[in-house]
């Protein structure tokens, strides 16, 4: 399975942007699969993730309660609902896949599969 990650832009802080990752050659229907964001000289971070049916899903702590991942496996397209953005919510963000497995990992080792990322700026 291939995936691309998109619906990135320039928003002002308080706003919202939905992120898509679309999954292309195979079905994700049976897979885990994430976010990660990556900002200018940081290392690439956790952000959200769901299990294959998406019943179980996880987030770090400083997006709970302001992110929401959520995923159609019949479209075949995973989503990241990001709302009441701050400006340090500023990075690069990538959608992953894991391969064979039904369970979701904040793990960024756990995902063999990763897309293009796509940018997210958040203006104060």
């Known amino acids: 399975v291939q995936v691309q990650a998109s619906g990135g832009g320039l928003v002002q802080a308080g706003g919202s942007l939905r992120l898509s990752c679309a999954g292309s050659?195979?079905?994700?229907?049976?897979?885990?699969m994430a976010w990660f964001r990556q900002a200018p000289g940081k290392e690439r971070e956790f952000v959200a993730a769901?299990?294959?049916?998406?019943?179980?899903?996880g987030y770090v702590d400083s997006v709970k309660g302001r992110f929401t991942i959520s995923r159609d496996n019949a479209k075949n397209t995973m989503y990241l609902e990001m709302n009441s953005l701050k400006p340090e919510d500023t990075a690069v963000y990538y959608c992953?896949?894991?391969?064979?497995?039904?369970?979701?990992?904040?793990?960024?080792?756990?995902?063999?599969?990763w897309g293009q990322g796509t940018q997210v700026t958040v203006s104060s």
């Open positions: 050659g195979r079905s994700i229907s049976r897979v885990g």
């Open positions: 992953a896949s894991r391969y064979n497995t039904y369970s979701y990992s904040t793990n960024i080792r756990a995902y063999p599969i």
């Open positions: 769901i299990s294959s049916s998406g019943d179980k899903t």
